[in-house]
């Protein structure tokens, strides 16, 4: 499903981005960056280093605060041509996503168990018992029944990454954003993360994942965004963009890969 197809049907996307510009010091990182994610959609962002692709992630996760441009996350405006609604407003936008990092980000003091109920009693204020229930069951559902009272340390990088996408769960987000999440993860490893998201593809989960493997996101996206210079060189269905690509830029960079 494209975000075309959502006009289409009136269905309101899960996130817009409109003119989006952010620079650091006197170097303009996005330029004119527009997108939206429909419901259900899986979209994957691929592109070189440097291309934009975590900035722009940062930015849709208020990690970074634009510079112009509009952002929303459905009726939540979290910025109007870049100014940001107050703290409220940034709370409301905070609950409507997941985010799982390259590197985890998980407490290395705190149990896993902990790591993935902490946010929602402390932050959702929800039932403490409630939320431990549901987190044995995410943790269950990333295979790691049986590793709720290890601390990450005694965990590989892919059971790691798996108890981050636990966590990102337990928030019940509208929509959950991947930077790179198997970039720090061995073959083998890699795999295992993908088999999860592409599970959570399965279940129609609206997801945004920045991504090396390209054949990952063919098999699994619905759509690709080709980012290079801080710019969408080209966006479509994976199929076409990975395998019969437009632009001359997406070829070079797709023909890089392949050597």
Do not use: W
């Not at 440097?50 to 510079?67: A, F, I, N, P």
Request: glycine letters at 8%.
């Amino acid at each position: 499903m494209t975000s075309e197809s959502t006009a289409e049907k009136g269905a309101q996307p899960v996130v817009s981005l409109a003119h989006a510009r952010k620079g650091f010091g006197d170097v303009e990182v996005l330029h004119d960056i527009s997108l939206s994610v429909a419901p259900g959609e899986v979209v994957a962002i691929i592109g070189p280093s440097g291309g934009g692709k975590s900035t722009l992630l940062r930015c849709l996760t208020l990690l970074e605060r634009l510079d112009g441009g509009d952002l929303s996350y459905e009726d939540v405006v979290v910025a109007r041509d870049g100014a940001y609604g107050d703290k409220n407003v940034l709370a409301a936008a905070r609950a409507r996503f997941g985010l799982v990092f390259q590197n985890y980000n998980l407490f290395p003091h705190f149990s896993v168990l902990r790591n993935v109920m902490d946010a929602p009693v402390c932050v959702q204020k929800r039932d403490r018992a409630e939320a431990e229930a549901e987190a044995r069951a995410f943790l269950a559902k990333m295979g790691l029944a049986g590793n709720e009272d290890k601390v990450p340390c005694q965990l590989s990088g892919g059971q790691q990454q798996r108890a981050s996408i636990a966590r990102a769960l337990a928030l019940h987000p509208d929509i959950v954003y991947f930077d790179e999440p198997t970039s720090a993860l061995d073959p083998e490893l890699t795999a295992e993360v993908l088999r999860v998201i592409k599970e959570l593809a399965a279940e129609n989960m609206t997801l945004v994942i920045v991504t090396h493997e390209m054949g990952f996101a063919r098999e699994v996206a619905d759509r690709v965004i080709f980012m290079d210079g801080g710019v969408i060189v080209e966006e479509g269905p994976a199929e076409q963009v990975i395998d019969h690509p437009r632009e001359e830029r997406t070829r070079a960079f797709l023909a890089q890969r392949e050597g």
